[in-house]
Structure formats: C-alpha cells, structure tokens
C-alpha cells in the first residue's frame, strides 16, 4: 500500500504561480512512477505530468509544458508540482497518484491522493 497527500493548493491570480507537494508513505518504491492528475467541475480526470523515482524522468501534458514542472526529493518521499503562469482553466482539484509505469492513462495508476483545490482567478 502506498499513502499519499497533496497540499498546497489555494486561489491564485492569473499569472501567478502554485507549489503543489505530494508527500508518500507506506511502500513507496513499489510504484515507481508519481503522477500528477486533475480534474475540473463536470470534465474527466486528465494527465497533467509524472516522474519516476528511479532516475527521476518526466512526462508532461502539452497543456502544461514550459509552464508546470515536476520534480522529487527521494529522501523526502515527495513529489512536487511547480506550477507558474496558472491561467483560469487550469482550475481544478489536483491529484497525485503512484503507479507502475508513467503513463497518461488513470487507470495505470494504483495509488491517489486526496486531492488540492487549485483556484485561478482571471
């Protein structure tokens, strides 16, 4: 079993930028890949990005690219989401999830947080 927690979301301005943070527990190396997922009122949950713990390689959503980074701190067992020029649609409640294999698929992913409210207000 892997445990995880996001925290840092809040309402920020258009323009702004968002640290998100991902905090695992339990048997972490298990799943080697770390997404980060999110899901606005009414859509289907989407891929944002994901990093392997080995190796620390990264996927992105070309929604996102140039704009959010993620990276680890393996000591830490966390995840972050660095996420800068936020724009309104990027409103939604934001997800990290541990799996096998970094894919963009949800169902690829064991694990899920709770999930954070990230706001943009134009």
């Known amino acids: 079993q892997v445990q995880l927690v996001e925290s840092g979301g809040g309402v920020v301005q258009a323009g702004g930028s968002l640290r998100l943070s991902c905090a695992a527990s339990g048997r972490t190396r298990s799943r080697d890949a770390m997404g980060w997922f999110r899901q606005a009122p009414g859509k289907e949950r989407e891929f944002v990005g994901a990093i392997r713990w080995s190796g620390g390689s990264t996927v992105y959503a070309d929604s996102v690219k140039g704009r959010f980074t993620i990276s680890r701190d393996n000591a830490k067992n966390t995840v972050f989401l660095q996420m800068n020029n936020l724009k309104p649609e990027d409103t939604a409640v934001y997800y990290c999830?541990?799996?096998?294999?970094?894919?963009?698929?949800?169902?690829?992913?064991?694990?899920w947080g709770q999930g954070t409210q990230v706001t943009v207000s134009s």
């Open positions: 999830a541990a799996g096998r294999y970094a894919t963009v698929k949800v169902t690829s992913y064991d694990f």
